[in-house]
């Protein structure tokens, strides 16, 4: 016995009801749920539609979609990872290295001139810069989602997800910086925090506008359907 369509939108409303609002985790459970609810009724041909899919939802443990959807969101922050560091290799590259370069050295130059005070201004532009970034992307990225009804997991890790690591980065380099930091740095330090400012400034760069402008191809790649939404 196959399940009919109504069936199949019945299962993407029960992934709702259990808190799994990404679209495409919702896909891989519902294709889950249906090929399992069609094996029972192999062996119980007699058991009503809803009756199957407890059985099978029971299958999943005591945190139902949960460990799945920790997973599906595990294994695509990997990838996205593996994506900003193929991107920001290139910055090691000519011509880009050229430009490292010179971030490198404006940066140690503030440093040893500037000390604190340069240290400080630096991070704050930084994370300001990131910030208003993400927030203006998230509002284009909610509006999208608003108008077709769909969220999809990628899309928000691109946009949101691993940002909040890198805004943890520059706070806890803030108080480092605030907290134990000379005044005037020396050679040894200029060079250290200069080289951390230039791999923040690559960073920012790359998770707030390079892979934004690349996340519809990214996320055609990764899910056909998306083009069509």
Do not use: C
């Amino acid at each position: 016995m196959k399940l009919t369509k109504e069936q199949i939108q019945q299962l993407y409303k029960f992934t709702r009801q259990h808190y799994v609002e990404h679209f495409d985790v919702q896909t891989e459970l519902v294709d889950h749920l249906a090929n399992d609810i069609e094996q029972i009724w192999k062996e119980k041909p007699n058991l009503s539609f809803e009756h199957a899919r407890d059985i099978s939802f029971k299958k999943f443990g005591v945190f139902g979609f949960m460990d799945v959807y920790g997973a599906r969101q595990g294994t695509l922050q990997k990838k996205y990872i593996k994506i900003l560091w193929q991107h920001a290799k290139d910055w090691f590259k000519l011509p880009k290295i050229i430009a490292t370069f010179t971030f490198f050295y404006f940066f140690y130059k503030g440093l040893i001139q500037f000390g604190d005070t340069f240290a400080l201004s630096v991070l704050v532009v930084l994370i300001l810069f990131g910030l208003v970034k993400h927030i203006l992307l998230l509002q284009k990225v909610k509006k999208r989602q608003k108008l077709n009804g769909k969220k999809w997991l990628l899309e928000d890790i691109i946009f949101k997800g691993l940002f909040l690591g890198g805004g943890m980065i520059g706070i806890n380099l803030f108080n480092i910086i605030n907290i134990s930091s000379p005044k005037v740095y020396n050679t040894y330090w200029a060079i250290f925090y200069a080289a951390i400012f230039t791999i923040m400034v690559v960073y920012v760069y790359m998770s707030a506008v390079v892979l934004p402008q690349k996340a519809e191809n990214l996320l055609v790649e990764n899910y056909p359907e998306y083009k069509l939404v």
